[in-house]
């Protein structure tokens, strides 16, 4: 990374090479939609260096500890297939560390052995090695495919085909699905809907378990996360709300396919209009109209944006991240009048192409979209066509330092900033924070470039 400088600005076309990748590897998304629920242990079944790289991704982003057991590959594993190791895992996890559920997915080693995780779960079950009341799910997570997005969306949709319950009598509740968000982000689709008046479900959530007080006692399983009862009731729930389709969707088909709790996928509520169908989406759920609260909410965000509008006007932006978080992003600073031009994920998805391609029909400009790209080519992109701001993770810095662009933090992982775990980017709330943050490195760029004649004290 510290030899950007040299990126060409020359694009080459290349077909079977990744150059600083936009993505990572699947079991750290079905590590961190696990650790969303309550008392579960995270299971990696693989070698102890994939475990150790994904436990370390998550700590380093959420500053928190993050336990996580290993099947600990080694030679005879990985010849002759894991399954004793697992069934030995699950023995000891249960005995030793006593969670409520233990949340398995697998490695590239595991899947191309051909592991099979039902059968061994099946296999400790009829051994009595999982007690009475306890549980072992399993999601399959091959990383040569997807990415740490499509392991989150496997191990939700595991959790509740593996959980969820219809006992025959709807519970009045809404299943939310909140995709890959922050702690804090979850918090406030929680007090949102509970404002609205919604009684919900949200799977997963990791308030309060990755973002968590110091209290100066240790707790293995602290008191957030949902609950093994809240995940069998989403059977029963009158309906399901599910932000992004490649977080979310996934499961929620599955809980209206199997279950018949109809579902309707959003966008992540990051920015105005995504947050308006959000908050529109649970008014007509609960029946309600919109409480003062949220309307004096939204009054604040539409303030600030018509307040500082002339700074965000025709700035043109690079976003690299994952394609839920940028589809809502990307309507967002169109909304305001910004020119976002270039923008990678490194999932996969050509409907990722395409909905950029229809948000951004209306700009001025031409505009860049890649599914499935790395962020050398984001680098030379932004070289044949400068911008004025670059909004992603903390590998972005390389880029920002060495073509001299304010640089916002934003989507996984954010290696060397605090912020993101209390303070919430979706909801009108979250909007204002995205608005300070970009308005606070545009107006530091331009205080610093200003010359003495137009240096103003007033902004
Ligand atoms: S890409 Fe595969 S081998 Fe590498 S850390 Fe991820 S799961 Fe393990």
Redesign the pocket.
Known sequence: MTLLRHTPKEITERSALTINPAKT?Q?IGAMYAALGIHGCLPHSH?SQG?CA?HRSALTRHYKEPVSAATSSFTEGASVFGGQANLLQAIENIFTVYEPEIIAVHT???SETIGDDLNQIRDKAQKEGKIPAGKHVIGASTP?YVGSHVTGFSNMVKSAVAQLAESTGHKNGKVNILPGWVEPSDMEEIKRLATLVGVDSILLPDTSGVLNGPLSGEYKMFPEGGTTVEEIKATGDAIGTLALGEWCSADAARLLDSQFKVPCKVLDMPFGLKATDRFIDALRTVAGVSVPNEINTERGQLVDLISDMHQYFYHKKVALVGDPDQLIAMTEFLVSIDMLPVHIVTGTPGKAFERRIREITKELPCEVNVKAKGDMFLLHQWIKNEPVDLLLGNTYCKYIARDEDIPFVRFGFPILDRVGHQYFPSVGYKGGLRLLEKILGVLLDRKDRDDPEETFELVL
């Open positions: 590897c079991p693989g994939c790289y490695t590239c080693l990383s």
